[in-house]
């Protein structure tokens, strides 16, 4: 990390990977919105997974680090400033970024599955910067109003919940649902927090960290298994369907690792749904056969789409409640520890705070 800057009245502090393991933090001009973007004082920015394995790897599969790179993509700020084309947003207003804008109207965008669309705008995934620094402009279609009872945390918090809500769309959870999730972290809870809030009557979480199962719990898991990495996937889908008294109709895979992907195909009862979330390894060895011919229907997901109006609407209804997921709070200066908290596995969300006068959630 680069000393202290001499920090100026207008400052834009960011969060910059240059390359695998080269992560600083330097000033960068304040950008000026275009006709249809607006100017955002960041507040807050959640640090996801994948920020991290940008700094430790310089890539995610075909998505490779060629030129420093703002990092964030869970965030919420406030317009400071709108283009000349925008009508809905006025300086003041607290904002939620979805960080996926498609660039085309495209076939993708026309159906309604944008996410999906080649050419989509993500934030911090190459080549596109993140919003982890003071100031940052972004499309205004796809920044959202916070009502005021939801605070920035819980807006930032609005990207890794609309995994878990799109997670549980495809998957079809309804009311009466009986589901197991696999993994217990970010993703896993709130893929929990939305099937509970969609009506699944019966929800089982696994994890290899009891500390992150008494969270499941506090969020309303039904039931906990602490898994351990010798276990078979089989041994472990007889003991869910043990726990639950009947095997799951819809399985949310949010770890990525092969034995989990296994165990999440033969747990999952015949004519359900596996739901596959996590990534793991491009190639991966799964009982196929076995899901086949009990017609056991396996589900992908990418990012979401069309979830930002329903998430707000559950926050501020008070229908989901995300609040105990933010574990450990830094200031934008501590970049570096945030992300080495991160990296270790520590706490659940770690949040960093933009605004150097307002540090509260």
């Known amino acids: 990390f680069l000393p202290s800057l001499s920090i100026m009245a207008e400052e834009n502090l960011s969060v910059v990977l240059h390359a695998k393991g ?3 933090i330097e000033n960068r001009p304040i950008p000026e919105p275009g006709p249809n973007d607006v100017l955002l004082q960041m507040h807050s920015v959640g640090i996801c997974g994948s920020d991290v394995h940008y700094w430790q790897h310089g890539r995610i599969g075909d998505f490779v680090l060629k030129k420093p790179m703002v990092l964030g993509h869970e965030a919420a700020g406030r317009v400071v400033k709108v283009g000349s084309a925008v009508t809905h947003l006025k300086p003041g207003n607290r904002v939620a970024i979805e960080p996926g804008v498609p660039r085309d109207m495209d076939e993708f965008f026309k159906r309604g ?3 999906l669309s080649p050419t989509i705008f993500f934030c911090a995934t190459p080549p596109d910067d993140g919003n982890l620094c003071r100031y940052y402009t972004h499309n205004a279609n796809f920044c959202y109003k916070l009502p005021d009872n939801i605070t920035f945390e819980e807006g930032a918090l609005i990207e890794p919940l609309s995994v878990g809500i799109h997670a549980c769309r495809r998957a079809g959870v309804t009311l009466g649902s009986t589901v197991l999730i696999c993994g ?3 993703i896993g809870l709130v893929s929990l927090i939305v099937a509970k809030a969609m009506g699944a009557s019966k929800v ?3 994890d290899l960290f009891a500390e992150r199962l008494a969270m499941a719990k506090e969020l309303g898991a039904d039931f906990q298994l602490t898994v351990k990495k010798e276990d078979g996937a089989q041994v472990l889908a007889k003991k869910v369907k043990e726990i639950l008294g009947t095997q799951p109709q819809i399985t949310i895979e949010c770890t990525g690792v092969e034995s989990c992907i296994q ?3 033969y747990a999952t009862c015949s004519g359900g749904v596996v739901l596959l979330v996590g990534l793991g390894a491009e190639m991966t060895t799964v009982p196929l056969v076995n899901a086949a011919v ?3 229907d396996i589900r992908g997901v ?4 069309n979830t930002y109006p ?3 609407a559950m926050l501020s209804s008070g229908k989901v409640n995300v609040k105990p997921l933010v574990t450990h709070r830094f200031p934008l200066e501590q970049a570096g520890q945030a992300f080495e908290t991160t990296r270790q596995g520590l706490g659940i969300k770690v949040m960093l705070k933009c605004d150097k006068n307002d540090q509260n959630p």
């Open 263 to 265: 165990t999440a195909l």
């Open 302 to 305: 990418f990012r979401y789409c």
């Open 184 to 186: 217990a972290g970010p």
């Open 310 to 312: 329903m998430a707000i």
């Open 294 to 296: 009990r017609e056991v």
């Open 204 to 206: 089982i979480i696994t």
């Open 22 to 24: 080269d992560l600083r």
């Open 113 to 115: 599955q944008y996410n």
